[in-house]
């Protein structure tokens, strides 16, 4: 299934800066909170400039492929890569540290589990796959020339 390239372009600029935005947001409000908060985000922080790279990808290669530069497909299927690596992984994190044994916690919640997998996780696997099969395609990279 291919998209069309504006929709790509302006999907993944909006999204990306919203991210950007949001994460930004966050570690504002975390470096304003209490003492463990601040304590918490200076443990985080190399995770947090990661993905903040991650999302700087998605952004710039949506503006690439908005503005059809060829380096914008490069990053954008890039990012596309990526997105789709840190899924899967933190998928697998989360359902393997739910697998662990907790007897003194709550009973393991697996619907909740299993629906946000189907409601997070397919569709964006299913919207980068498209994105990368229309970035390879051959009247992408006509257009793209």
Avoid: H
Wanted: aromatic letters at 12%.
């Amino acid at each position: 299934m291919e998209l069309p390239l504006a929709f790509i372009g302006w999907f993944f600029t909006l999204t990306s800066a919203g991210a950007i935005l949001l994460g930004a947001a966050l570690v504002f409000m975390l470096a304003r909170a209490g003492d463990l908060q601040r304590r918490y985000l200076s443990y985080s922080y190399l995770n947090d400039m990661i993905l903040a790279a991650v999302w700087l990808l998605g952004l710039f290669g949506g503006i690439g492929v908005i503005r059809l530069q060829p380096w914008g497909r490069y990053l954008l299927e890039l990012f596309c890569w990526s997105l789709i690596v840190l899924l899967l992984l933190s998928t697998a994190s989360r359902l393997y540290a739910l697998k662990q044994p907790n007897p003194d916690g709550p009973p393991v919640n697996w619907l909740g589990a299993i629906a946000g997998i189907t409601l997070i996780l397919i569709p964006v696997l299913a919207i980068c796959a498209a994105t990368i099969i229309t970035l390879r395609g051959p009247e992408t990279l006509k257009a793209f020339s």
